[in-house]
């Protein structure tokens, strides 16, 4: 099991960038795969992005070209850049781990609290 907290939403306007980072406590980490989800109101929990635990990555078509997911697990952590944020990326974003990549929220174990990111127009 992994204890995650994420950190680094804010409010931002339309085109700025925010950096989420989620911290893990486990000496497992490297061996997990995580994940970035995001839940909107009123909307379903939404696949963001992935990294495997050997550094492989698949994203959402929405974020392809804007988000950048990395871990370093010397420290870890695992981060969501997010680039020319737009007001539908308004969601409260959630770090994940699963044992192995997925785009799938059942296959993920372990929960973040969350962490709000609001564009605004």
């Known amino acids: 099991q992994v204890q995650l907290v994420e950190s680094g939403g804010g409010l931002v306007r339309a085109g700025d960038s925010l950096r989420l980072t989620c911290a893990a406590s486990?000496?497992?980490?490297?061996?997990?795969?995580m994940a970035w989800f995001r839940q909107a109101p009123g909307k379903e929990r939404e696949f963001v992005a992935a990294?495997?635990?050997?550094?492989?990555?698949t994203y959402a078509d929405s974020v392809y070209d804007r988000f950048i997911i990395s871990r370093d697990n010397a420290k870890n952590t695992v981060s969501l850049q997010m680039n020319s944020l737009k007001p539908e990326d308004t969601a409260v974003y959630y770090c994940a781990a699963a044992a192995f990549l997925s785009r799938r929220s059942p296959d993920y174990r372990d929960w973040g609290q969350g962490t709000q990111v609001t564009v605004s127009s």
């Open positions: 486990a000496r497992a980490f490297s061996t997990y795969a």
């Open positions: 990294v495997s635990r050997s550094g492989g990555n």
